[in-house]
């Protein structure tokens, strides 16, 4: 029988049973049926058989996300079936991933490594209470021993994914600067402005003189000494002022005209002229800038290093699981 046939049916009457769909208010000779499945055989590994009830733990969480991105009945279909076909093939990954680690009879977890994740869980998950963890145990139909070997070798796994990683994690400077060189465009970056502010709103009785006049006096103050952030924390009136009136890096697009065309007017320390609207008076401040054009190699090479650790570690991952699968016993059904 093929997977997707047998599977579907079963998951849906096991996550009935979760809580996930609506239940009957009796069982029928239907749902027996399914629930039968539930225990039915999706592939085997090595000596590890995995069942639907398996895969169903792992795809229960998921559900949700899916349900809510999903355009329609059609759609989410397709995606659980993919769901499905991801979750049956990371579970017998982890059974090889596993037996690469206990090929090597020299490696071993420490007791004390299991027993410390085991009442880390306790504490998070049962609120330390023994007797909540134990209930849940027998809810799962799985004994303290079984429970002890799937968190060893849950540990197992991500030692295991973490050395592979650990492995890709080294960029020879020739390959960053071939990425550079052959990528430009991708490093380009519009015009930039790091941003102070100080806004006077406009309040009942102020006029545009008004507020123009109170704009230049503030002007005159930096200009006789007195730091803009410490201006800001003083006059504006904006949500930033306990910063110093400090935006961060911004864009040309992020800006409406009014305030674009004087922000990227300015230099690096330079003020602007108080700019007047309905809203109020406005003083922007460039702490620093960045002009249009292809960022330099240095500014990007932590970036680029990070592109291709991510390339590096996914392909050699891939690579590495493409062996342990061939040289593995695996069995769909």
Not at 116 to 145: C, H, P, V, W
Not at 262 to 274: D, I, M, R, T, V
Request: proline share 3%; charged share 30%; hydrophobic share 35%.
């Amino acid at each position: 029988m093929t997977l997707r046939r047998s599977l579907t049916p079963a998951l849906f009457a096991t996550l009935a049973a979760t809580g996930f769909c609506a239940q009957p208010s009796a069982p029928t000779a239907g749902d027996n049926l399914n629930l039968r499945y539930a225990n039915g055989i999706v592939a085997v590994a090595e000596d590890k058989i995995i069942t639907v009830a398996d895969v169903s733990r792992e795809i229960t969480p998921l559900l949700a996300g899916i349900g809510k991105d999903a355009r329609n009945q059609q759609d989410y279909d397709a995606r659980v079936e993919a769901l499905q076909d991801s979750v049956i093939q990371e579970l017998i990954d982890r059974v090889l991933i596993i037996k690469e680690f206990k090929k090597d009879e020299k490696k071993h977890i420490p007791e004390a490594i299991v027993d410390t994740e085991i009442a880390r869980m306790q504490s998070d998950q049962f609120d330390n209470d023994r007797s909540k963890f134990l209930a849940y145990l027998r809810s799962r139909g799985t004994t303290l021993r079984e429970f002890r070997k799937e968190q060893e070798d849950e540990i197992i796994y991500r030692y295991m994914q973490g050395q592979q990683r650990k492995s890709q994690s080294v960029v020879s400077p020739v390959k960053i600067e071939t990425f550079y060189n052959e990528n430009k465009d991708r490093f380009y970056r519009e015009d930039e402005v790091h941003l102070r502010l100080i806004q006077l709103s406009r309040g009942e009785g102020d006029t545009d003189a008004s507020l123009l006049a109170a704009g230049n006096d503030i002007l005159a103050k930096l200009k006789a000494g007195q730091s803009f952030e410490d201006l800001a924390k003083e006059y504006s009136k904006d949500t930033r002022k306990s910063k110093g009136g400090d935006w961060g890096w911004l864009k040309r697009s992020d800006f409406k005209k009014e305030f674009s065309d004087p922000a990227f007017a300015l230099k690096k320390g330079e003020c602007s002229q108080p700019v007047v609207l309905p809203e109020g008076c406005f003083l922007l401040f460039a702490e620093d800038r960045k002009f249009a054009g292809i960022q330099p190699i240095d500014e990007v090479r932590d970036q680029i290093e990070r592109i291709l650790v991510t390339q590096m570690s996914r392909s050699g991952t891939e690579r590495w699981l493409e062996r342990l699968r061939r040289n593995g016993y695996v069995k769909h059904y």
